[in-house]
């Protein structure tokens, strides 16, 4: 069973006389399952306030994931950790936003991110060709212990803009947030080496929350009632359709000879 350990320490700054502040940290994180894997992960954060209820700031920070995800068509996905063929996914964020503050009654955001991603693991469809295949069954089918060419291994990055008001007081209280946003990934084996966006690429994304307090709404007694709805809009996902399709039969090669099969005959 894999498992992982964290520690992480913070540090923040205020100049004395400045109307800034840094945040600075740092993140030991430590994996430990078919291969044991250490990364060091540092995060800034500088704020610099312009007025009494506005403030700029700029963040950036290195993120690491150890696990990974093999999408199956109805039943839930299979996830996977880190071992010896897929190590760890990596991730350096860039953030530039603003806040606006109102006494009381609510509070706007506004922020621009840019996030590159290294090491990012996809599912290979045509695995069956190239998995290792160390046992086989009692009908001579073989029997996968190993991640070995599951996946392709690429890069990418997502790159978006957020903004999101929130309302606290009233009877009538709430949020509504909207993101406008693009993703790209790169795979050697996939679309000829072209980028592409994948499956969870989402263009536009409009979130609304609300709240209404009937008895401040109606001036009525002392029970409190409330009313609360939410909504979610967004753009469809990305979807290929298919070209052309075949069928292919698996027979395992004599396992005292190699371990490794293929197909032997497409129609």
Do not use: C
Request: charged letters at 20%.
């Amino acid at each position: 069973h894999p498992e992982q350990a964290a520690l992480y320490g913070a540090i923040r700054w205020n100049p004395r006389g400045s109307l800034g502040e840094v945040l600075g940290g740092v993140r030991y994180s430590r994996y430990r399952g078919a291969v044991e894997l250490h990364h060091i992960e540092p995060r800034i954060a500088l704020k610099y306030r312009l007025t009494e209820s506005s403030m700029v700031k700029v963040a950036t920070g290195v993120y690491h994931q150890y696990v990974h995800r093999v999408p199956r068509f109805i039943a839930a996905d299979i996830w996977t950790a880190a071992n010896a063929h897929q190590g760890a996914s990596r991730a350096v964020h860039y953030i530039v936003g603003y806040q606006r503050e109102w006494h009381r009654v609510g509070q706007l955001e506004v922020e621009a991110f840019h996030k590159r991603y290294s090491d990012i693991y996809q599912f290979n469809r045509a695995y069956l060709g190239a998995v290792e295949a160390s046992e086989f069954d009692e009908r001579d089918r073989p029997t996968i212990s190993s991640t070995r060419g599951l996946f392709n291994v690429g890069d990418g990055y997502s790159s978006g803009f957020e903004i999101l008001l929130r309302k606290d007081a009233g009877p009538l209280s709430g949020w509504v947030g909207y993101s406008l946003a693009r993703t790209r990934h790169v795979f050697a084996e996939v679309n000829g080496g072209r980028s592409f966006s994948p499956r969870h690429d989402r263009t536009s994304t409009l979130n609304a929350v609300a709240r209404i307090d009937l008895s401040k709404a109606l001036r009525s007694g002392q029970r409190r009632w409330f009313f609360g709805a939410n909504m979610v809009y967004s753009t469809g996902q990305p979807i290929t359709e298919p070209g052309s399709a075949y069928v292919a039969s698996m027979a395992p090669s004599d396992p005292q000879l190699s371990v490794f099969y293929a197909p032997t005959r497409i129609n």
